[in-house]
């Protein structure tokens, strides 16, 4: 139902924009989140956007060089990588709240759907 796409191969120092599609629903109204997952870590949380996109919410690490947004007409949420480093590289996922649950949220627990990720691979 949800799928991440935009990644790809960058030297350090690079941009890339992610995107998240939806498919057989909509997720206009669901808190969306970004997470990934480097080899050989935990997945982590990234980013989160509520459903008006009024409210964001960032790992520290990527403040300042990422930003969430969303487009909720065409059922859609980005991540805008800048400045990106070769520690950014992992597999990302885009992941929903279930409805009903308003609050932006950096708990991977706390999100119920998730897509397939797609790879960041950053180069120094």
């Known amino acids: 139902q949800l799928q991440a796409s935009g990644g790809g191969l960058v030297q350090a120092g690079g941009s890339l924009r992610l995107s998240c599609g939806a498919s057989?629903?909509?997720?206009?109204?669901?808190?969306m989140g970004w997470l990934r997952q480097a080899p050989g870590k935990e997945r982590e949380f990234v980013a989160s956007?509520?459903?008006?996109?009024?409210?964001?919410y960032y790992t520290d690490s990527v403040k300042g060089r990422f930003t969430i947004s969303r487009n909720n007409a065409g059922n859609t949420v980005y991540l805008q990588m800048s400045s990106l480093k070769p520690e950014d590289t992992a597999v990302y996922y885009c992941?929903?709240?279930?409805?009903?649950?308003?609050?932006?949220?950096?708990?991977?627990?706390?999100?119920?759907?998730w897509g397939q990720g797609t790879q960041v691979t950053v180069s120094s």
């Open positions: 956007i509520n459903w008006s996109g009024g409210s964001t």
């Open positions: 057989g629903r909509t997720f206009s109204r669901n808190v």
């Open positions: 992941a929903a709240r279930n409805l009903g649950y308003s609050a932006i949220s950096p708990h991977l627990s706390d999100y119920t759907f």
